[in-house]
């Protein structure tokens, strides 16, 4: 796999390409913001249209991801659909696939801001969730320690050869991590939006997804996007 190690509290993590999180000592992988079901509910509002393979192409990487690793436990970091409507819709063919990978794993879903009720989903439903030190909550926590979230769908903007560049991308530091979005269609935060500071008051790390992951401070891809 495609990884650049990382620690979180005392948990020994290793970010992945795809965006996915990799907890090799417990076998647990952890996604963010899926959003499945978001060109449905862009229609359904009157919102635009997005290619309505969003869902499958989505789903295709998580079962990549999933079968790569050999995860025994995939934790859903919140947002895994983009609203009830959309979770409690779901096509046969999807429900049916969802079944199939989660057959001899465990499957956690944390609730997310856009899907915060429970769905009728192999696996378990939770508000937050605590395992070997780390606690899983979709929206991050200011001050908190040992934590993984997601929600902010952070994105690196950087010059490279005279043209910008976005990138999903992890931030942490020793005690927390923000997660990449992993649906395909999600958009994302400038990692230089204040709404980061207030999770990291200080510098922390931008992993840039892709290929080849890259580690940079989040102040050095500010001085490399001016």
């Known amino acids: ?5 990382l620690s979180v509290g005392s948990a020994s993590l290793a ?17 963010a913001d899926l959003h499945l079901g978001r060109s449905e509910r862009q229609a359904r509002l009157g919102a635009g249209l997005l290619p309505p393979y969003e869902t499958e192409d989505t789903l295709n990487r998580l079962e990549d991801v999933i079968t790569t690793s050999a995860a025994r436990t995939i934790v859903f970091v919140g947002d895994s659909f983009d609203d009830l409507t959309a979770a409690e819709e779901l096509a046969d063919t999807i429900g049916e696939r969802l079944l199939r990978l989660a057959s001899g794993r465990r499957f956690v879903w944390v609730a997310g801001n ?7 989903l192999p696996g378990s439903n939770m508000s937050a969730y605590r395992h070997g030190g780390l606690m899983f909550r979709h929206i991050a926590k200011p001050g908190a320690e040992g934590e993984v979230s997601g929600h902010y769908h952070p994105k690196a903007r950087f010059r490279l050869k005279g043209q910008f560049i976005s990138r ?13 979005a992993f649906g395909t269609y999600t958009g994302g935060l400038d990692i230089q939006n204040p709404a ?11 992993i840039l997804t892709g290929r080849r992951l890259v ?4 102040a050095r891809i500010g001085d490399t996007a001016s």
Not at 1 to 5: L, R
Not at 114 to 120: E, K
Not at 196 to 206: E, K, L, M, S, T
């Open 1 to 5: 796999m495609n990884t650049c190690p």
């Open 15 to 31: 970010a992945l390409g795809s965006g996915a999180l990799w907890w090799p000592s417990e076998s647990l992988l952890a996604v």
């Open 114 to 120: 856009h899907d915060p009720g429970p769905v009728d």
């Open 168 to 180: 999903p991308c992890f931030l942490t530091d020793d005690q927390r991590i923000v997660l990449p």
């Open 196 to 206: 980061f500071d207030r999770v990291f008051p200080d510098d922390c790390q931008a």
């Open 215 to 218: 580690k940079i401070s989040r």
